[in-house]
Protein backbone atom coordinates (compact mmCIF):
# COMPACT_ATOMS: atom_id res chain seq x y z
CA UNK A 1 0.00 0.00 0.00
CA UNK A 2 1.22 3.48 -0.88
CA UNK A 3 -1.58 6.67 0.02
CA UNK A 4 0.27 9.74 -0.70
CA UNK A 5 -1.26 13.70 0.56
CA UNK A 6 0.07 16.49 -0.23
CA UNK A 7 3.04 16.63 2.76
CA UNK A 8 3.39 12.74 3.75
CA UNK A 9 3.14 9.24 2.27
CA UNK A 10 1.84 5.83 4.25
CA UNK A 11 3.19 3.19 3.35
CA UNK A 12 4.02 -0.55 4.10
CA UNK A 13 6.72 -0.83 7.26
CA UNK A 14 9.88 -3.05 6.29
CA UNK A 15 12.24 -4.78 8.52
CA UNK A 16 15.03 -1.58 8.00
CA UNK A 17 12.64 0.83 9.97
CA UNK A 18 13.05 -0.52 13.38
CA UNK A 19 15.39 1.75 14.34
CA UNK A 20 14.16 5.18 13.83
CA UNK A 21 10.36 2.96 15.34
CA UNK A 22 12.63 2.44 18.06
CA UNK A 23 13.86 5.96 18.31
CA UNK A 24 9.37 7.54 17.64
CA UNK A 25 8.78 5.07 20.58
CA UNK A 26 10.88 7.18 23.18
CA UNK A 27 9.18 10.27 23.26
CA UNK A 28 7.20 11.15 26.50
CA UNK A 29 3.74 11.99 24.42
CA UNK A 30 4.21 7.78 23.61
CA UNK A 31 5.21 6.90 26.92
CA UNK A 32 1.28 9.32 28.09
CA UNK A 33 -0.50 8.22 25.44
CA UNK A 34 0.07 4.51 24.27
CA UNK A 35 2.75 3.02 26.32
CA UNK A 36 2.21 -0.41 24.62
CA UNK A 37 3.33 0.81 21.61
CA UNK A 38 7.24 2.01 23.77
CA UNK A 39 10.28 -0.47 22.79
CA UNK A 40 12.96 -1.59 24.90
CA UNK A 41 15.31 -1.83 22.59
CA UNK A 42 15.62 -2.24 18.04
CA UNK A 43 15.50 -5.94 18.19
CA UNK A 44 11.79 -5.55 20.17
CA UNK A 45 10.67 -2.72 17.16
CA UNK A 46 12.01 -5.12 14.48
CA UNK A 47 10.27 -8.27 16.11
CA UNK A 48 7.11 -6.01 15.76
CA UNK A 49 7.32 -4.71 12.50
CA UNK A 50 7.50 -8.41 11.33
CA UNK A 51 4.69 -9.22 13.24
CA UNK A 52 2.83 -6.34 11.46
CA UNK A 53 4.43 -6.56 8.19
CA UNK A 54 2.49 -10.54 8.54
CA UNK A 55 -0.70 -8.85 9.34
CA UNK A 56 -1.27 -6.82 5.88
CA UNK A 57 -2.38 -9.77 3.92
CA UNK A 58 -5.08 -10.64 6.78
CA UNK A 59 -8.41 -10.08 6.94
CA UNK A 60 -8.52 -8.52 10.45
CA UNK A 61 -5.06 -7.14 10.59
CA UNK A 62 -3.99 -4.94 12.94
CA UNK A 63 -3.41 -2.31 9.65
CA UNK A 64 -0.30 -0.67 11.10
CA UNK A 65 1.49 1.59 8.52
CA UNK A 66 4.17 4.22 8.94
CA UNK A 67 3.80 7.98 7.94
CA UNK A 68 6.60 9.27 5.58
CA UNK A 69 7.65 13.11 4.97
CA UNK A 70 7.60 13.76 1.43
CA UNK A 71 10.18 16.45 2.01
CA UNK A 72 12.74 14.29 3.26
CA UNK A 73 11.42 10.77 3.78
CA UNK A 74 11.30 10.96 7.85
CA UNK A 75 9.26 8.52 9.65
CA UNK A 76 7.25 10.70 11.79
CA UNK A 77 4.60 8.20 13.09
CA UNK A 78 2.22 5.68 11.98
CA UNK A 79 -1.64 5.10 11.58
CA UNK A 80 -3.64 2.28 11.68
CA UNK A 81 -6.88 0.54 12.34
CA UNK A 82 -7.17 -2.32 14.70
CA UNK A 83 -10.49 -4.85 15.21
CA UNK A 84 -12.37 -3.66 18.53
CA UNK A 85 -14.66 -6.36 18.38
CA UNK A 86 -15.95 -8.95 16.07
CA UNK A 87 -17.20 -5.95 13.72
CA UNK A 88 -16.52 -2.80 15.01
CA UNK A 89 -12.67 -1.13 14.02
CA UNK A 90 -10.77 1.55 15.50
CA UNK A 91 -8.45 4.35 14.00
CA UNK A 92 -5.08 4.95 15.84
CA UNK A 93 -2.43 7.58 15.07
CA UNK A 94 0.58 9.00 16.24
CA UNK A 95 2.98 11.43 15.24
CA UNK A 96 6.30 11.98 17.25
CA UNK A 97 7.37 14.87 18.73
CA UNK A 98 8.97 17.59 17.03
CA UNK A 99 6.10 16.85 14.18
CA UNK A 100 2.86 17.34 15.92
CA UNK A 101 1.18 20.46 15.95
CA UNK A 102 1.34 20.63 11.88
CA UNK A 103 -1.57 19.10 11.20
CA UNK A 104 0.08 15.58 9.56
CA UNK A 105 -1.78 13.40 12.05
CA UNK A 106 -5.48 15.15 10.13
CA UNK A 107 -3.87 15.09 7.04
CA UNK A 108 -3.06 10.95 7.64
CA UNK A 109 -6.09 9.95 8.82
CA UNK A 110 -8.37 11.62 6.71
CA UNK A 111 -6.41 9.84 3.57
CA UNK A 112 -5.99 6.59 5.58
CA UNK A 113 -9.20 6.75 6.18
CA UNK A 114 -11.04 7.26 3.11
CA UNK A 115 -8.64 4.12 1.92
CA UNK A 116 -9.34 1.58 4.55
CA UNK A 117 -13.15 2.19 4.67
CA UNK A 118 -13.09 1.06 0.98
CA UNK A 119 -10.74 -2.09 0.50
CA UNK A 120 -12.61 -3.38 4.17
CA UNK A 121 -15.99 -2.02 2.99
CA UNK A 122 -16.43 -0.18 6.34
CA UNK A 123 -19.11 2.16 7.55
CA UNK A 124 -17.97 3.46 10.24
CA UNK A 125 -14.84 2.89 12.26
CA UNK A 126 -14.54 4.23 16.11
CA UNK A 127 -11.47 6.50 17.56
CA UNK A 128 -10.94 6.27 21.30
CA UNK A 129 -8.10 8.61 23.09
CA UNK A 130 -7.59 9.61 26.20
CA UNK A 131 -10.01 12.96 27.64
CA UNK A 132 -6.62 14.33 27.86
CA UNK A 133 -5.17 14.14 24.82
CA UNK A 134 -6.77 17.23 23.64
CA UNK A 135 -4.42 17.24 20.15
CA UNK A 136 -5.84 13.83 19.44
CA UNK A 137 -9.46 14.77 20.06
CA UNK A 138 -9.38 17.51 17.91
CA UNK A 139 -7.94 14.83 15.49
CA UNK A 140 -10.81 12.83 15.39
CA UNK A 141 -13.13 16.25 14.83
CA UNK A 142 -11.43 17.03 11.89
CA UNK A 143 -11.45 13.97 10.33
CA UNK A 144 -15.52 13.68 10.44
CA UNK A 145 -16.05 11.93 13.90
CA UNK A 146 -18.98 12.46 16.26
CA UNK A 147 -18.60 12.19 19.69
CA UNK A 148 -20.54 9.04 21.46
CA UNK A 149 -19.22 8.98 25.06
CA UNK A 150 -17.36 10.68 27.69
CA UNK A 151 -16.00 8.99 30.97
CA UNK A 152 -14.77 6.50 32.86
CA UNK A 153 -13.13 3.70 30.54
CA UNK A 154 -10.61 1.02 29.67
CA UNK A 155 -7.26 2.23 27.94
CA UNK A 156 -4.55 0.24 27.38
CA UNK A 157 -5.70 -1.73 30.15
CA UNK A 158 -6.55 1.17 32.38
CA UNK A 159 -9.74 2.57 33.75
CA UNK A 160 -9.44 6.43 32.16
CA UNK A 161 -11.20 9.48 31.34
CA UNK A 162 -11.79 8.61 27.55
CA UNK A 163 -13.46 9.89 24.66
CA UNK A 164 -15.21 7.53 22.32
CA UNK A 165 -16.27 9.06 19.05
CA UNK A 166 -17.26 7.71 15.61
CA UNK A 167 -16.55 7.94 11.86
CA UNK A 168 -19.83 6.96 9.23
CA UNK A 169 -19.28 7.00 5.73
CA UNK A 170 -22.02 8.32 5.12
CA UNK A 171 -21.75 11.14 7.45
Known sequence: MQIKTERLTITTFSPDMAQTVYENSQDDDTR???PDEVYDSVEEARETIEFLISRYDSEDGPFVYPIITNDGGKNIGYVQLCKLEDVAWEIGYHITKGF????YATEAVKAFLSVMAQKLNLNEVYGICLAVNLASV?????CGFTQIYQGLGNYQGKEAQIIKAIWKKYN
Open 32 to 34: RFV
Open 138 to 142: RVLEK
Open 100 to 103: TGKG
